[in-house]
């Protein structure tokens, strides 16, 4: 298994453009979800899905959109990019939301410049 | 208010020591679930340990011991024995059940000394 992956790994974006990060995972997880990890900082959660066709807001939402058409990939879209969204993007995929089985397992990033 | 606090930003310890990490959460919701992470340099999330809230024991992972008060609304990450390969950022996050995914903590930067 290759677990959760992300692509790519290191992104330069100016003002304004637009981009999507690319998650996947292959463990036929329900639960994905992406975090953004600015410098010196813990996680914060963006956006997530409890399953295919669901998604909801996390704690910082604001600028990016997210979808989930297949149970294997959650794309995180950024509209309009900021300097403010210069950060880490994980994400994340878990098999259940409750005990153990809530064990997020995470992708290993993806290093996002806007300039 | 926070919902996952970790006072100590930088910790030093001598290796082969042990050494407590601390975290302290606040939830009203009777079933949550606590989980420490740690992040190295390379910047990939790395699971540690996992502590149910209505464990009755605390959570043991080779060399990583949670030492969990819950009263106290604590959940301490001890490391037994500490290597340099220790050195890296650690997380406290929670999941509470009303909810779906992780609160992280701020994080403490520990560096073990050789």
């Known amino acids: 298994n290759a677990g959760v992956t992300q692509t790519p790994k290191f992104q330069v974006l100016k003002t304004g453009q637009s981009m999507t990060l690319q998650c996947a995972q292959d463990m036929n997880h329900e639960y994905m979800s992406w975090y953004r990890q600015d410098p010196g900082m813990g996680l914060r959660l963006i956006h997530y899905?409890?399953?295919?066709?669901?998604?909801d807001q996390g704690e910082v939402p604001n600028g990016y959109n997210v979808s989930r058409s297949t149970t294997e990939d959650f794309p995180l879209r950024l509209l309009s990019a900021a300097p403010s969204q210069t950060s880490v993007y994980f994400c994340a995929s878990s098999y259940g939301a409750s005990g153990r089985a809530g064990e997020q397992f995470f992708g290993p990033g993806t290093r996002l410049t806007v300039l | 208010a926070q919902k996952i606090t970790q006072t100590q930003p930088g910790m030093f310890v001598q290796e082969k020591e042990a050494v407590t990490l601390d975290c302290t959460y606040d939830t009203s919701d009777p079933s949550y679930g606590l989980f420490w992470y740690k992040q190295p340099s390379s910047g990939e999330m790395i699971f540690l340990i996992y502590?149910?809230?209505?464990?009755?024991q605390n959570a043991t992972e080779g060399r990583y011991s949670l030492n969990f008060q819950k009263a106290r609304k604590s959940a301490n990450l001890v490391i037994s024995a500490s290597q340099l390969g220790d050195s890296a950022m650690y997380f406290c996050?929670?999941?509470?059940?009303?909810?779906?995914?992780?609160?992280f903590g701020g994080g403490t930067r520990l560096m073990v000394k050789p």
């Open positions: 996050a929670m999941r509470e059940n009303a909810g779906n995914m992780l609160t």
């Open positions: 899905s409890v399953g295919a066709g669901i998604t």
């Open positions: 502590q149910g809230s209505y464990d009755q």
